[in-house]
């Protein structure tokens, strides 16, 4: 099990933009998918990005940040990275990275799937 760190959260303008870091550290050798999920205050935990940790790993975005969001990592597969543009107000949402050994079991928004996880990076849009 990897142990994560989030970071690069803050507060911008509606169509700014904003990059988050995760730092990946641990057992990362047993991490198969990476993935970055959002939860909004009186709101449920949501899938945002994820991505297979191999060479050209796969990736998959929720419906509301395709074209906007880009998730990826770093060629050691240290760093997980979630590069936001066109920021929307209902981005507003604490973001957390997470690691899960499963490579093909599940969905990439399975949350229960994901045994690590990082303590959260607010991320605050204003109009």
């Known amino acids: 099990q990897a142990q994560l760190m989030e970071s690069g959260g803050g507060s911008v303008q509606a169509g700014g933009s904003l990059r988050l870091s995760c730092a990946v550290s641990g057992d990362s050798y047993r991490s198969c998918v990476m993935g970055w999920f959002r939860q909004a205050p009186g709101k449920e935990r949501e899938g945002v990005a994820a991505?297979?940790?191999?060479?050209?790993?796969?990736?998959y975005y929720a419906d509301s940040v395709m074209g906007r969001f880009t998730i990826s990592q770093d060629g050691a597969n240290n760093w997980l990275y979630l590069q936001m543009n066109s920021l929307k107000p209902e981005a507003t949402a604490m973001y957390y990275c997470a690691a899960r050994a499963d490579c093909y079991s599940g969905s990439w928004r399975s949350q229960e799937t994901y045994k690590a996880w990082g303590q959260g990076t607010q991320v605050t849009v204003s109009s």
């Open positions: 991505i297979w940790r191999t060479a050209g790993g796969s990736t």
